[in-house]
């Protein structure tokens, strides 16, 4: 139902939501709630209240609640005529005032608890749907104007319109809580130094003023005027008619680290997610998560030993500017934090990210030193020291948790700034190696792949070299030296365990598709390798191609809307489009070399990825480079195309790029930029809505478990609206068992197909199997099981639609069709099952429903979830492959022979793919583009 209201007009809702609150107030249940929040109710001496129910106690609002008679000391509770469930008290006359009184703070406790319950679920609901703080306070004003009509019929009422905020401030004073608040500094319009905002003020003849900022730039400079300070004025006056008001010129608004940390740990389960990955099933030579990575080995014993004990927790940075607001020149920086700890499907989730600091707009992009001082400051705090804080399993005394940076996960300037490297422009622009890039701005020469003469920076030089930087006195020594070695100090430094050169990873978002792949198409474009009528061809083969549903497809008119692809858009584009859509567009050459970057691509982004794969998709790309600067030239070879030879070392340290990729903070730019604000003071209303969110979304624990429900439908509500790749893979519940099971070097006999971890079904009917169709069963079950003893049951469960590891597959009658085209490793090239395939590549078909069936097995009843699937017929290799990997082309409309190989168990399905229908040469086809996750 609460599903169903939040899909009605917002006007619709706003009245049910009153009508709602007027049933709530009506039935409130006050016994209820006075055993969840612990209140102290009337205790009689002699006698206790009797009662057959602790429901709604009236239908009349007059008589819901308590009436007290103080004369007497007793409390009357009148009940109407029709009410089925009376309520009998018998209690003593005599009872004592102090115990009346209890019982009337107990009833406005209760109606404060309701009033607070509203204004939560407000808050969230603002932040669901994005309405904006007019809204809310025209809401409010709505409830108040209605409440104070119906309170001349109400006694409950009345005590309501008393406290009910009328408008956001009083609303604020209601949800009152020390989570919300923050530090806010004022920051140098000149120099970018940070104040507290009590240290800015200066008293003149009783009258108040600015300070000026006393920073100085070169305090041991050699000549004298060049130590001066800033004297840049603070603060601005923004009084009326004579009186002075002073606000900053800029403010930076920061959250306490260590508040941060104690709102996370007092979570139910934090702790025991943490602490997951320490019995974690892994493979040899495979990278799973972080934990695989060269760098969480080394803080685990093999250099520190950290993560040997627990409590302690590995931090991921990344600091990221967007615009709050269209159509103007303002941009926001933001700091976030997320804890690497955590499992991967949980860890980039919204409400495990922290929001630390919100950086306000400077005319550009200042340098960060001065607003991550007081991160580093708390960081360096917890590792030497850590944080005592009370935590969610340790309520009574304080606990030790100890925190380390280990990642900083930015942009390549943003990366460049924070952890103290020249610009990617520079002759030193690489932050990875000494490779000097020569020319002047605008003509940089980037090209040269011959790993061997690129010189890797170490974290000693480096250190060695900022540590001489920070001595110099004068301005122009301390720019040459940063000219020599292209670095510049940074705070990050202060941190000792901290290595700027492998800490830094490449992200593989902005480097692989919001760069190499958007800067193909310009090439493609500039060189006349595709022309006007070329991308009209490109559109048509896009529109033929069908997606599963978590895909989304290209914009329309991609000639004109390319150049504003998101970062999963041109994703989609690389793997799965491109290959098929630019083939007999452009010259097989070019094709070929694009190739080469689209397998390099596809290996890298497997949510698990083999040491093999990782050398191979490092290869690839390498090759690729290489034969780019051959075709067009090395004025063409941008300095994302020189990162991609340090790719292979940033896996490495920190495992897949699922594990280090900024998805997950680009998603959370666009939400903070979405914010509805008066465009006054930005920063400071961004981060209030951020943390009143964050507050409201945390489940209350002293609310009662209707009012619960209500706050888990609306986020569950919100959450299930979210759709793509990335929203799937963090919901995932992926086990890498079932990853194994799709796998072409399995033993199948050896796995138990029983095992339906991860898999869930729903609107499943029962059906009687025929002969034909148990026979072929029996086949199959003898196929996977061997000389097993097996007695099948002739009855089985029919769906069409099933979720295994956080996907959706369909069948070819359900509502899901698009995604139940899928390929395997199952079906011979006569339909037959075959043990060992010689065909490197699985085989494609499309799933007609899917089956919960049980089996017998030695014994042993188990149940296994099996989809029907027709496959498609193979054509002869010369065709087949015309297309080159990895689009291959299958008959359309003929399929393989009908046995036993039809039925499949879903765990041993490897992919989904998208497809479009040709065709060639007078047969009907259908071009296969695999979409797969897991390449091990």
């Not at 309170?151 to 401030?169: C, D, E, G, R």
């Not at 979570?267 to 695989?292: A, G, P």
């Not at 093999?612 to 998709?617: D, E, L, Y």
Request: charged share 25%.
């Amino acid at each position: 139902m609460i599903r169903s209201i939040f899909l009605l007009p917002m006007y619709v809702q706003v009245l049910i939501a009153i009508q709602m609150m007027m049933m709530l107030i009506k039935n409130l249940p006050f016994s209820q709630m006075r055993k969840k929040l612990c209140i102290k109710t009337m205790t009689p001496k002699k006698k206790y209240i009797k009662h057959k129910t602790f429901c709604n106690i009236s239908e009349e609002d007059a008589e819901t609640f308590f009436d007290i008679d103080f004369e007497n000391g007793s409390e009357i509770l009148e009940t109407s005529d029709s009410d089925s469930d009376e309520i009998d008290i018998s209690m003593d006359t005599d009872l004592d005032v102090e115990e009346s009184k209890k019982a009337v703070v107990s009833e406005s406790e209760s109606i404060n608890v309701l009033t607070r319950v509203v204004c939560t679920f407000l808050v969230l609901w603002q932040s669901v749907y994005n309405v904006s703080d007019s809204a809310v306070e025209a809401l409010l004003k709505l409830f108040s104007t209605v409440f104070n009509f119906l309170s001349n019929f109400s006694a409950a009422l009345q005590t309501i319109v008393k406290i009910f905020p009328q408008n956001l401030y009083t609303m604020s004073k209601v949800l009152a809580n020390s989570k919300s608040q923050f530090s806010k500094y004022v920051v140098c319009r000149k120099c970018f130094t940070l104040y507290d905002l009590n240290d800015c003020f200066l008293s003149v003849e009783g009258r108040q003023q600015s300070k000026l900022c006393n920073h100085m730039c070169f305090p041991n400079h050699r000549l004298a005027y060049m130590r001066k300070t800033c004297k840049e004025p603070l603060l601005k006056d923004v009084g009326e008619t004579g009186a002075s008001k002073f606000v900053p010129f800029k403010t930076y608004c920061y959250k306490s680290l260590k508040s941060s940390l104690e709102t996370f740990v007092n979570r139910e389960d934090f702790e025991d997610k943490c602490e997951r990955w320490r019995s974690r099933q892994t493979q040899q030579n495979i990278l799973h998560d972080v934990y695989d990575g060269n760098i969480w080995k080394d803080f685990n014993g093999r250099k520190y030993n950290f993560f040997t004990e627990e409590g302690n927790y590995g931090l991921m940075l990344n600091v990221d500017w967007f615009q709050p607001f269209k159509h103007t020149n303002y941009s926001v920086g933001a700091i976030y934090l997320s804890v690497l700890n955590l499992p991967r499907e949980e860890r980039f989730k919204r409400e495990n990210i922290m929001l630390i600091g919100i950086i306000p707009d400077m005319k550009k992009e200042p340098p960060t030193n001065t607003f991550l001082q007081p991160l580093v400051d708390e960081l360096n705090d917890a590792w030497h020291n850590g944080f005592h804080i009370k935590s969610r399993k340790s309520k009574n005394q304080t606990k030790k948790f100890r925190l380390a940076l280990l990642c900083v996960g930015c942009d390549v300037p943003a990366s460049r700034k924070l952890c103290g490297f020249y610009g990617h422009m520079a002759n030193l622009g690489c932050n990875k190696c000494e490779k000097k890039f020569p020319g002047v701005l605008g003509e940089k020469i980037f090209g040269g792949f011959d790993r061997s003469t690129w010189p890797p920076r170490t974290n000693f030089h480096h250190r060695e070299v900022c540590g001489k930087i920070s001595k110099c006195s004068l301005k122009s020594e301390k720019e040459n030296l940063e000219k020599k070695h292209g670095v510049r100090v940074s705070c990050l430094l202060d941190l000792d365990y901290f290595d700027p050169i492998r800490m830094t990873p490449i992200d593989p978002m902005h480097n692989l598709f919001l760069g190499t792949a958007k800067h193909m198409i310009s090439v493609w474009k500039t060189k006349m390798i595709l022309k006007d009528s070329d991308f009209l061809v490109i559109q048509e083969k896009i529109e033929k191609i069908f997606c599963p549903s978590d895909i989304g497809k290209l914009p329309k008119k991609f000639s004109s809307s390319y150049g504003s692809f998101n970062a999963d858009q041109w994703k989609n584009w690389t793997l799965l489009f491109s290959v098929y859509a630019l083939k007999d567009v452009i010259p097989d050459e070019h094709l070929e070399c694009w190739r080469k970057y689209v397998l390099a691509c596809r290996r890298l982004c497997s949510r698990y990825i083999s040491l093999g794969n990782v050398k191979v998709a490092d290869g690839l790309l390498v090759s690729f480079c290489k034969k780019f600067e051959q075709l067009y030239g090395v004025d063409f070879v941008t300095p994302n195309m020189h990162l991609h030879g340090h790719l292979l070392d940033c896996l490495f340290d920190f495992g897949p790029i699922y594990s280090f990729w900024l998805f997950s903070f680009e998603r959370e730019n666009g939400i903070l930029g979405s914010y509805p604000t008066n465009r006054k003071s930005i920063e400071t209303q961004i981060m209030k809505k951020y943390l009143k969110e964050s507050w409201a979304r945390e489940k209350q624990s002293d609310f009662d478990d209707d009012f619960l429900c209500l706050f888990n439908d609306l986020t569950k509500f919100h959450s299930d609206s979210v759709r793509g790749t990335l929203h799937q893979q963090l919901k995932s519940t992926q086990h890498t068992s079932n990853v194994e099971k799709a796998s072409i070097q399995i033993n199948l006999q050896s796995v138990d197909w029983s095992n339906n971890n991860g898999i869930f079904t729903k609107k499943y009917k029962g059906e009687i199997l025929t002969d034909v169709e148990l026979n072929e069963l029996q086949n199959m079950y003898s196929f996977l099981y061997g000389d097993k003893q097996l007695k099948l049951c002739t009855s089985v469960k029919v769906g069409k639609e099933l979720y295994i590891n956080g996907s959706v597959l369909g069948s070819k009658h359900g509502r899901s069709v698009r995604s139940s085209f899928i390929l395997a490793f199952w079906c011979g090239d006569d339909g037959e099952l075959v043990h060992t395939y010689s065909d490197l590549t699985p085989h494609p078909g499309q799933i007609v429903r899917f089956f919960e069936h049980k089996v017998m097995i030695d014994g042993e009843l188990k149940s296994h979830y099996l989809a029907k699937v027709v496959w498609f017929k193979r054509l002869p290799n010369s065709l087949r492959f015309s297309f080159g990997k990895p689009v291959e082309i299958w008959y359309r409309n003929q399929f393989e022979q009908q046995s036993s190989s039809m039925y499949i168990p879903v765990q041993r399905i490897k992919s989904k793919f998208v497809y479009a229908t040709e065709s060639i040469l007078g047969k009907d086809v259908i071009v296969v583009c695999p979409r797969e996750r897991y390449i091990v």
